[in-house]
């Protein structure tokens, strides 16, 4: 196996020669969702707009969403569609829930629990992001 020469980092130690060490701002618009009121049903009732919770956070490729919101809730609240290749991560939640990641598959809102990384793909591949993520959650 070929030896690949290392740079030192003031970052994170040593990196691939070649290589460009990048703050997350650089290579992602960082923003989080929205949760509409559970007590307005109009909301939330016969939903057709993906609504991402942590619990739909699988560390993988999200397809679908266990809730969907109403054109209703999408329009009255500051809720936004993020685009296909979004990586998300959970913020707070549950028990194993911090740090769960998935990348949408899907043209999805989120709640509030979540953060989206809206990756600029100029410069870094949304699942070389995701899985750096999945690698570094016990530093957390």
Same mark, same amino acid.
Request: hydrophobic fraction near 35%; proline fraction near 3%.
């Given at each position: *196996?070929q !030896?690949?020469?290392?740079k030192?980092?003031? *970052? @994170?130690?040593?990196?691939?020669?070649?290589w460009?060490?990048?703050?997350?701002?650089?290579i992602?618009?960082?923003t989080?969702?929205?949760?509409?009121?559970?007590?307005?049903s109009?909301?939330?009732?016969?939903?057709?707009?993906?609504?991402v919770?942590?619990?739909?956070?699988?560390?993988s490729?999200?397809?679908?969403t266990? !809730?969907?919101i109403t054109?209703?809730?999408?329009? !009255?609240?500051?809720? @936004?569609k993020y685009p296909?290749?979004?990586v998300?991560?959970a *913020?707070?939640?549950?028990?194993?829930?911090?740090? @769960?990641t998935?990348i949408?598959?899907?043209e999805?809102?989120?709640?509030?629990?979540?953060s989206?990384?809206?990756v600029?793909?100029?410069?870094?591949?949304?699942?070389?992001?995701?899985?750096?993520l999945?690698?570094k959650v016990g530093?957390?």
């Amino acid at each position: *196996m070929q !030896e690949i020469e290392k740079k030192k980092s003031e *970052m @994170r130690g040593e990196v691939p020669e070649g290589w460009k060490l990048l703050k997350l701002k650089d290579i992602a618009k960082v923003t989080s969702g929205t949760t509409p009121l559970r007590s307005n049903s109009e909301y939330h009732k016969n939903g057709s707009i993906y609504w991402v919770k942590t619990t739909d956070l699988n560390n993988s490729k999200i397809f679908e969403t266990e !809730e969907k919101i109403t054109e209703k809730a999408f329009k !009255e609240t500051s809720l @936004r569609k993020y685009p296909i290749g979004t990586v998300l991560v959970a *913020m707070y939640g549950g028990f194993n829930q911090i740090g @769960r990641t998935g990348i949408l598959q899907i043209e999805a809102t989120i709640n509030q629990a979540l953060s989206a990384l809206t990756v600029d793909i100029e410069k870094v591949d949304p699942v070389f992001l995701i899985n750096w993520l999945n690698g570094k959650v016990g530093d957390w």
